[in-house]
């Protein structure tokens, strides 16, 4: 865990704050963050999650993950349609999947050359 305790320091000092600061901006002790940076053990996810924004990195940073790489939603006319089918109630969407399953499933039926009769 020694990886844990160098990563959060490193990300404290390139933050460029103190020990005793980030202490205070999280609402911890500085023994805590003291301890953390030290052992290697890792506080609570809620003081995690309150970590990672004070230091500006991702919770996925601070535990040593690479940055999530963000998803490019599809363009066009498709990725209106998926936005505006993002804002309906969850059984409404249940029954666009349903649709597109099906069509998608159609389709490969029809290029593995199996003809399927709707």
Do not use: C
Not at 90 to 104: A, G, I, S
């Amino acid at each position: 865990m020694a990886n844990a305790a160098s990563r959060l320091r490193q990300l404290r000092e390139k933050a460029g704050l103190s020990l005793r600061e980030l202490a205070r901006q999280i609402n911890e002790q500085p023994s805590n963050v003291n301890y953390w940076e030290t052992s290697g053990n890792l506080p609570r996810s809620d003081v995690l999650v309150s970590i990672a924004k004070t230091l500006g990195v991702t919770v996925e940073e601070l535990l040593g993950e690479p940055r999530p790489k963000r998803a490019v939603p599809p363009g066009g006319k498709l990725g209106r349609i998926i936005q505006t089918v993002s804002r309906l109630p969850r059984r409404q969407q249940d029954k666009v999947v349903d649709m597109f399953e099906t069509v998608l499933a159609g389709q490969q039926s029809k290029t593995n050359g199996h003809s399927k009769a709707a």
